[in-house]
């Protein structure tokens, strides 16, 4: 008979949990492959090997041995503190009386351990535009330093090689009057409120007297719609659907269009007054974890990233596939995310997580809605 290959200590003497496995494949990969994973067989299979003391519950310890072989990197667990496995325990365990029937665990593994091993996929690519590469907001001219066309081939890599279930493109499409271009700046009254009344420049930030009446940063035009600059980089590979071998969905997300308000997010705009079309079609495709990549890493990257984690969405920010406009903002961003859960990752890992195989706690607990 093959096992899992999970020990825990009980006292002085070590327990072997036996579930069935395969040698060269942990079991809930091996689930996942062979289309095994919701079936109910397998749930009741998983339950009874846990329940090594045949008492019909799984208890505490029982539990943190099944989350330390859940959460792992190719059979390497990472560890989970005797906090965070009893939250999970507690929120599943119904009767609160430290006992995890099958019920329970039946309902924990459609809502945890399904969308751990199995997420439904996107790539999230923002705003890879000729303006923030090569034109009127190129990355390289901001205070990073940092060069917007490096983000091209990791992304193009991540395209070819990854089988996300879609591959997402937003672009800023700015109006030519937009209330963001400091061109523009004298067509707009200026709140009494604004930090900035006078002899205003690139990088300052306004009020405006009217809607919607917040402070808002002053960059060079940029994005404006139809425009070259607005276009995707000719570098970038554009997914099609039709000849795509992965067969992914492509999605096309437009933001910023509005001329008297801006957007950062790809979700919304800064004031969370209207809401784009990507949440919307993200739901439509049953698509629950995010991997986002692009430009610029502090501003749309991040505001992306921190909306999504507000929507319930699970994220991975891909910090090699990004670059950013100030160093330290960048790595403020990214603490931030990390904080909530989110992960901060390289494109080399980035495939075994979507397929599976690198399963980490931290998106779990945004499914949980666990804080930190």
Request: aromatic share 10%.
């Amino acid at each position: 008979m093959t096992h899992f290959n999970i020990f825990y200590l009980n006292k002085k003497k070590i327990n072997r949990l036996r579930m069935p496995s395969s040698a060269s494949l942990d079991t809930f990969y091996r689930y996942k492959i062979q289309n095994r994973l919701s079936d109910l067989e397998t749930i009741k299979e998983c339950f009874n090997s846990l329940d090594t003391k045949r008492n019909g519950y799984l208890e505490n310890l029982e539990f943190r041995n099944f989350l330390n072989y859940l959460f792992c990197n190719k059979n390497k667990p990472y560890q989970l503190s005797n906090n965070e496995v009893e939250k999970i325990f507690n929120i599943f365990c119904e009767k609160k009386n430290q006992k995890l029937f099958f019920a329970d665990f039946k309902n924990l593994w459609l809502k945890f351990v399904i969308p751990t091993v199995r997420p439904r996929t996107a790539l999230i690519i923002v705003d890879v535009q000729n303006d923030f590469i090569d034109g009127t907001m190129a990355i390289n001219k901001c205070p990073s330093g940092q060069e917007g066309l490096e983000v091209v081939p990791c992304i193009n890599e991540l395209i070819k090689t990854v089988p996300f279930d879609a591959i997402v493109y937003t672009l800023d499409w700015h109006p030519e009057d937009h209330c963001s271009f400091i061109e523009n700046v004298e067509k707009r009254k200026i709140s009494k409120n604004s930090p900035n009344k006078k002899n205003i420049l690139v990088n300052d930030i306004v009020i405006f007297e009217n809607y919607p009446n917040i402070e808002q940063k002053l960059w060079p035009a940029h994005c404006i719609q139809g425009s070259h600059g607005s276009h995707l980089h000719p570098d970038l590979i554009e997914v099609d659907e039709m000849s795509d071998p992965f067969k992914r969905s492509v999605i096309k997300t437009y933001k910023g269009i509005k001329s008297d308000i801006d957007s950062y997010s790809a979700f919304f705009d800064n004031c969370k007054l209207n809401e784009t079309s990507l949440n919307s079609d993200l739901k439509k495709l049953g698509i629950d974890e995010l991997y986002v990549c692009g430009l610029a890493a502090d501003v749309c990257v991040a505001a992306t990233c921190n909306d999504a984690l507000d929507l319930g969405y699970r994220v991975v920010f891909i910090e090699d596939a990004c670059r950013g406009i100030i160093a330290e903002d960048i790595e403020r961003q990214k603490m931030k995310l990390s904080n909530r859960n989110a992960v901060i990752a390289t494109s080399n890992q980035i495939c075994n997580m979507v397929t599976g195989r690198d399963r980490r706690p931290e998106l779990a607990f945004i499914t949980l809605n666990l804080k930190n």
